[in-house]
C-alpha cells in the first residue's frame, strides 16, 4: 500500500513538475513572440526579419475587388493616416496622399477625417477588449452576440465619417479622386483571410495545464483583412512601405500587429511595423528599379498568451532611372555689375544611369522678372555622370536690362535639359542668386 501511494505522490509530482516546465516554455516563448512583434525598428536587420509564413486568402482584393467589403478598406487607409507611430524619415502620411495625387486641401480633409475615425472607435475597440477579456477563451454565445453588436457599431462609425469626408472633397472638388483611388488602388490591395479561435486544453482535473495536450483551434471569427503598399516619393527620395489590418470585433485575436519590410537586391532591406522606409540614398548614388514591400499580420491573445499568424500582403513599386540638378551655387556670392562669375551645378543619378546630362540655365533679373527661354545655349553644361557629377560654366551676371533702372540681384536658374536614353529627368529647378554688391542676411539689397 505504501508503494503505491509512493508511486502515486512520485507520479503527480512528475505530471505536476512538467507542468511548470510547460507553463514556463509558455511563457518564454510569449515573451520572445511579444518581444520580436515589438521591437521591429526601422534600423533592424535580420535578427527580426519576418519569416514570410505564408497563409492562403480567402479572397484576393487583386482578383475580385469589389468582395474586400468597404468598411475594412476603409478603416485600413484610416488606420495609416490615423497612426501615431513617430516618422524616422519624412513625414509617410503626406507622402502616402502625395503620391496618389491629393492635394492640400484633399490631404487636409483625409487627415481630419483619420483623426475623427480615431476618436469614434477606439472606444469601441476598448469595449471588445473588455468582452474578449472576460470571456476567452471559450466565448458563450451571449458574448458572441454582444462582439457583433459591437461590430455593427464600429462600421456605423466608419460610415459616418466617410460620408463627412466625401462631403468635404466634393468642396475641394477631390471626391471622383478619392472614389476611384479607394476602388481601384486600395481595395486591390488587400487580402482577406480565415481566422480561427485560439484555446487552450486544459489537463489533469482541470487544474494546471495538461504537459502533453497541444493547442486547439476553433472556427467561427470574423475574417481579417490585410494590406500592403509601396509608394515613392520624389522630393524626399524615399520609398515607403505600409501595413494595414482590418479586423471584425468577432475576429479572434485581441491585438493585431504587423511587420512591414522593403526590400531591393543588393541593398540593405528597411523594416518596420505598421511601414517601413527606404532611403534611396546609397551615399555617390541613388537606388533605382523594383522594390518589394511586404506584410505580415499576426493576432495576439494576451488571456492565453497566444500569436498566431493572421494573414499577409505583399506589393511592388519601381522607381525609374533618373538624372537631376541637386544644387545650384555660384563661385562668389556677389560680384561688381557685368561681372563673370562661375556657376557649379551638382548633380545627383540613380545607379544604373551612366553616360553624361547636360545642364542648362535661364536667368531672371530685378525689375520684371523675365526668364529666357528656351534656355540660352552658351549658358549650359556637360555633367559625366559616371565621374564627378558635377559641371560648372563661366557666365557673366549681366540683368536681362543692360542698364536698368535698379541694378538688383540676378538668379540664375538649372534644370537638366537632356539625360541618358535610360534615365528620367525629374526633380524642381534649382536656382541661385548673385548679387550687385554684398549680401546681406542672405539677401541682396537693391542698388
Known sequence: MKRTSLLVALALAVVFAAAIVNVNRASN?????????????????????????????????????????????????????????????????KAYLRAYGFDENAQAALMLAAREYKRLVGPIERDVDDVKNHNWPNPGSNARARL???QRDKEAAIANVMSELNGRLQTYR????????????????IKGFASELPTKKIGFFRLFPDPFAAYAQGGGCDPTYVSSDGVYDEFSQLVYGYSG?????????????TTTQVSHAGAPTAYGTDYAVFDLDAG?????????????????????????????SSDSETVDAFVEVKRLYASSDNVQYNAETTLIAE????????????????????????VFNPVVDTLTCVVSLTTVKEGSCNVKADAADSNPPNKGPVTFYAGINSAPANAVAAGGIQSVIVCFGPKVDGSCPIQ
Not at 61 to 85: C, H, K, N
Not at 182 to 187: E, I, M
Not at 245 to 257: D, I, L, Q, T
Not at 347 to 370: D, L
Open 148 to 150: 457583433n453588436e459591437l
Open 284 to 312: 555617390s548614388y541613388y537606388y533605382d528599379g523594383n522594390f518589394l514591400i511586404y506584410t505580415g499580420a499576426q493576432g495576439y491573445c494576451p488571456v492565453i498568451s497566444q500569436t498566431f499568424p493572421a494573414g499577409n
Open 29 to 93: 516563448r510569449t515573451a520572445i513572440d511579444v518581444h520580436a512583434i515589438h521591437n521591429h525598428g526601422q534600423d533592424s536587420h535580420a535578427q527580426h526579419q519576418p519569416n514570410h509564413q505564408q497563409k492562403p486568402p480567402i479572397v484576393d482584393g487583386a482578383v475580385t475587388p469589389s468582395a474586400i467589403p468597404d468598411y475594412a478598406a476603409q478603416e485600413i487607409v484610416m488606420r495609416i493616416l490615423a497612426s501615431d507611430e513617430p516618422d524616422r524619415i519624412g513625414d509617410r502620411k
Open 347 to 370: 548633380v545627383k543619378s540613380s545607379g544604373s544611369v551612366s553616360g553624361n546630362a547636360t545642364v542648362g540655365f535661364g536667368i531672371t533679373s530685378n525689375p520684371g522678372g523675365v
Open 245 to 257: 489590418v482590418s479586423a471584425g470585433a468577432n475576429n479572434c485575436g485581441h491585438e493585431f500587429y
Open 174 to 189: 477631390s471626391l471622383d479622386k478619392w472614389t476611384n483611388h479607394f476602388s481601384s488602388t486600395v481595395k486591390r490591395k
